[in-house]
């Protein structure tokens, strides 16, 4: 299959980080790369949304997990949920991206790029959101797709809920990207870093 040689390829290439990553990737829907960032990380889709939470991609047990595309998404969504874990005292899996709260970060910082079997595409984060998921009535940010007055909505809750010194509101052509990840480790807080395709 095109996307396993390609993404194998991309494997091979020098780690941004020292932290070994498993050989064998049986899942692997993506690559995740931002050299301002230092991030390279692969991206499975499994059949539920826990397994990867406790497992690299290669099936071994770990409790970094891996970063994973939700199993209710797909890539020809508006919308397409990315969950993992935020890796305290070390630069992996979603951490780096909390770089992006520093109120001074420049535009090079909010891109990265994704390689999948379509190619690679780059994408630009618009908004980092704090949201309590212990409330009641939050705002679903990880549908697949939103109808016109439901991204209304959804702009308005992301003005009102994003923590980033940068936003930008969603149009109906846009294509999204939403990583999903805990602000702390025993807490109902999670934090939304949303990217859209360049």
């Not at 959101?129 to 991204?151: A, N, Q, R």
């Not at 999204?176 to 702390?184: A, I, Q, S």
Request: aromatic share 10%; charged share 30%.
């Amino acid at each position: 299959m095109q996307i396993k040689e390609t993404l194998r390829d991309l494997q091979d290439q020098d780690e941004l980080y020292s932290m070994p990553e498993p050989a064998g990737c049986k899942n692997l829907a993506g690559i995740l790369s931002s050299e301002t960032l230092q991030m390279r990380e692969e991206i499975v889709q499994g059949e539920d949304d826990q397994y990867y939470l406790s497992h690299l991609c290669d099936g071994s047990e770990s409790e970094n997990g891996t970063l994973f595309l939700s199993c209710h998404s797909d890539w020809q969504d508006m919308n397409r949920v990315i969950f993992g874990h935020h890796v305290f005292y070390e630069n992996i899996r979603m951490t780096p991206f909390f770089q992006l709260l520093d109120q001074n970060i420049n535009e090079e910082a909010r891109l990265f790029e994704l390689s999948t079997e379509r190619g690679m595409e780059q994408y630009r984060m618009i908004a980092v959101l704090e949201v309590d998921y212990s409330m009641p009535d939050i705002f679903d940010y990880l549908s697949g797709s939103y109808s016109k007055d439901e991204l209304d909505e959804y702009n308005r809750h992301l003005k009102e809920d994003h923590i980033s010194g940068f936003f930008e509101e969603v149009k109906e052509t846009d294509r999204l990207l939403t990583f999903l990840t805990c602000r702390d480790e025993d807490s109902p807080v999670r934090i939304l870093f949303i990217a859209k395709a360049v």
